[in-house]
């Protein structure tokens, strides 16, 4: 399905909710998504930024402070 269907899909899906709640969060996700398209700089990672992203992540993966994909999925349903 091509990017132009999906949109249409998701609009009439959209359309279709009656949860006050669930149109909340999707307006959420959509501005938060905006913003971050809106800001985003696309210049390169340093190869010393890139190496200490890897390190943080690691140490925060061995100190046990990340979510896992079932707890994210929970959140948003």
């Known amino acids: ?3 132009e269907a999906r949109k249409i899909q998701f609009v009439q899906e959209f359309l ?3 949860s006050e709640e669930a149109i909340s969060r999707l307006e959420k996700i959509l501005k938060k998504e905006k913003n971050t398209l809106d800001s985003r700089t696309y210049e390169p990672m340093t190869e ?3 190496n200490n992203r890897i390190d943080k ?3 925060d993966f061995r100190n046990k402070r990340f979510k896992s994909s079932s707890d994210l999925l ?3 349903k």
């Open 57 to 59: 992540s690691e140490s």
């Open 74 to 76: 929970a959140k948003y």
């Open 16 to 18: 279709k909710l009656q």
């Open 1 to 3: 399905m091509n990017l």
């Open 48 to 50: 010393d930024e890139l």
